[in-house]
């Protein structure tokens, strides 16, 4: 049966992320909701300093197993929150707290004019900004981290800098080391022409001043976000940088693994958690 299941879990990912990375591509329908399982959720819209309501869940942690800690999802370019509700369910169990969002312009999120062909937008980072604060003072005996995937790595590392003091760690996967590199992939593999916000220049300098801890997931077989990307984040930050390398496709470390699904990636985070929180 577990088998069966993370045979499910594989395909539906698969399948939910074949669009990602290559476009923005959001999605207002939900696909699930948490309590569609009976998960223990609190449903909360908040507002940005420039005008924009955000929707967002916080899953509440296993009592039995209440880690204080926060993993804050900064997902990628399509879809919305509502394809993480079973990983935020998985890590949840383990017991994190599990806070997801939705962009502006996807799911329930105020409408936001977006273009397909931008590779990403800064205001993003004002929505990630927004929920953090709010989480911040919400929950002022727990450690927040944002949980950053492929595009939600740029978004993180623009947001990072006004929320300096209030999040302490930062697990990626699929790392963004120069938003220019996936323009001039994108365009060698998919013929396809994105574009930039802004000169490469500001995300480079935001990077440098990163000085939390992080966690990089790396796919070996990831050609947009390499395992040589991961090398080049960890030689521009500040702070403790480490990486874990599996085998499998991008965006692919829940899959990867014997056992339940997610195992290997929960164990990874709480391996590199419990080396800093002693």
């Known amino acids: 049966m577990k088998m069966i299941?993370?045979?499910?879990?594989?395909?539906?990912?698969?399948?939910?992320?074949?669009?990602?990375?290559?476009?923005?591509?959001?999605?207002?329908?939900?696909?699930?909701?948490?309590?569609?399982?009976?998960?223990?959720?609190?449903?909360?819209?908040?507002?940005t300093y420039d005008g924009y309501d955000i929707?967002?869940?916080?899953?509440?942690?296993n009592p039995e197993k209440d880690n204080c800690k926060i993993l804050l999802l900064a997902y990628p370019?399509?879809?919305?929150?509502?394809?993480?509700?079973?990983?935020?369910?998985?890590?949840?169990?383990?017991?994190?707290?599990?806070?997801?969002?939705?962009y502006r312009g996807f799911g329930k999120s105020s409408d936001f004019e977006i273009d397909q062909d931008s590779l990403y937008y800064n205001e993003f980072a004002i929505d990630l900004s927004a929920v953090a604060e709010v989480i911040?003072?919400?929950?002022?005996?727990?450690?927040?981290?944002?949980?950053?995937?492929?595009?939600?790595?740029?978004?993180?590392?623009?947001?990072?800098?006004?929320?300096?003091?209030?999040?302490?760690?930062?697990?990626?996967?699929?790392?963004?080391?120069?938003?220019?590199?996936?323009?001039?992939?994108?365009?060698?593999?998919?013929?396809?022409?994105?574009?930039?916000?802004?000169?490469?220049?500001?995300?480079?300098?935001?990077?440098?001043?990163?000085?939390?801890?992080?966690?990089?997931?790396?796919?070996?077989?990831d050609q947009i976000t390499t395992y040589d990307d991961a090398l080049n984040v960890k030689k521009q930050v500040n702070g403790r940088c480490e990486i874990v390398l599996f085998e499998g496709e991008h965006l692919g470390g829940f899959n990867f693994g014997d056992g339940d699904w997610g195992a290997y990636y929960v164990g990874e985070i709480n391996r590199f958690l419990e080396g800093i929180f002693v």
């Open 5 to 47: 299941l993370k045979m499910y879990f594989l395909l539906l990912l698969i399948f939910h992320l074949a669009v990602e990375l290559y476009a923005i591509n959001p999605n207002r329908d939900y696909i699930r909701t948490p309590d569609s399982l009976g998960l223990d959720f609190e449903s909360l819209n908040l507002h």
């Open 55 to 61: 929707h967002t869940w916080i899953y509440a942690a």
């Open 136 to 221: 911040y003072e919400k929950f002022p005996n727990k450690e927040i981290g944002i949980w950053a995937l492929s595009m939600g790595t740029i978004i993180a590392v623009k947001a990072m800098e006004s929320l300096k003091g209030k999040v302490q760690f930062l697990i990626s996967e699929g790392f963004v080391s120069d938003p220019s590199l996936i323009v001039e992939r994108t365009f060698e593999q998919k013929d396809k022409v994105l574009s930039l916000p802004e000169n490469g220049n500001a995300y480079f300098n935001s990077l440098k001043k990163i000085d939390i801890p992080i966690l990089i997931f790396t796919a070996t077989l």
């Open 77 to 102: 370019d399509a879809g919305n929150m509502s394809y993480f509700v079973y990983h935020s369910a998985i890590l949840a169990s383990h017991g994190y707290t599990v806070v997801t969002f939705d």
